[in-house]
Nanobody, 126 residues
């Protein structure tokens, strides 16, 4: 069994920055090496869960159009972690952010993820 634990959420004013961390643990050491896609999703009240940023084991990185140029995902296999650096935050970024991990090679949506973190709240307001 693998576990994902997010940290780093909080409240910030528009234009501010936050860094979210996802620690991967469980199974053998080097857990994150068994993962294809490490992804940050977010879900605002009344909305569907949406992909924010994804890092795959082949080095491919993908961002939602709404966060391109502002957010950066960093996957650190040595530390078994995936970090989301969020800059120039906007009120529209307010949501619960989830870390997710998928083992398989086919990763097209939320149904393809094997493990989820508990979520961390990010609130952007003045």
């Amino acid at each position: 069994q693998m576990h994902l634990v997010e940290s780093g959420g909080g409240s910030v004013q528009p234009g501010g920055s936050l860094q979210l961390s996802c620690e991967v643990s469980g199974e053998a050491s080097g857990s994150i090496l068994n993962i294809n896609a490490m992804t940050w999703y977010r879900q605002a009240p009344g909305n569907q869960r949406e992909l924010v940023a994804q890092s795959r084991s082949d080095g491919t990185i993908k961002y939602a159009d709404s966060v391109k140029g502002r957010f950066t995902i960093i996957r650190d296999n040595a530390k078994n972690s995936a970090t989301l650096q969020m800059n120039s935050l906007k009120p529209g970024d307010t949501a619960v952010y989830y870390c997710a991990a998928a083992r398989g090679s086919v990763v097209t949506g939320v149904k393809d993820y094997d493990y989820w973190g508990q979520g961390t709240q990010v609130t952007v307001s003045s």
